[in-house]
């Protein structure tokens, strides 16, 4: 299976009732995950936004960090995060992400079921 970028489905949204909205580029769909997942995608979080905090129950979701800084809530504990960081979240753990910085923050979100 091989998917062109320009074939790929984008929006802004806001994202767990976070701030503002971010830049969201699925790069495959639930079928292209082959039933292992549901998301995978490319996201970019602009200064002053972020995804709200939420919990992920029977999946994981990890966050591969390309580019940029952003505040990492880690089940309670904000952590800061910069481009090569991996974050993982899952079994019942609540994360979220803010950009409090002045550069757009890019990453790579996968959820995987469990």
């Given at each position: 299976m091989m998917t062109r970028s320009e074939d790929c489905n984008a929006l802004d949204l806001c994202i767990q009732?976070?701030?503002?909205t971010c830049h969201v580029?699925?790069?495959t769909d639930?079928?292209?995950?082959?039933?292992?997942?549901?998301?995978?995608?490319?996201?970019t979080v602009a200064p002053g936004c972020s995804i709200g905090d939420h919990p992920h129950n029977g999946e994981t979701?990890?966050?591969y960090i390309l580019k940029g800084e952003a505040v990492f809530n880690d089940n309670g504990t904000e952590k800061?995060?910069?481009?090569?960081?991996?974050c993982?979240?899952?079994?019942?753990e609540v994360h979220g992400l803010e950009n409090k910085?002045?550069?757009?923050?890019?990453?790579?979100?996968?959820?995987?079921?469990?």
């Open positions: 009732k976070g701030k503002g580029k699925h790069l639930k079928e292209g995950l082959y039933g292992h997942g549901r998301m995978f995608a490319h996201v979701e990890f966050y800061m995060v910069r481009a090569g960081d991996i993982a979240t899952g079994y019942g910085g002045t550069e757009d923050v890019e990453l790579i979100a996968l959820i995987v079921m469990e």
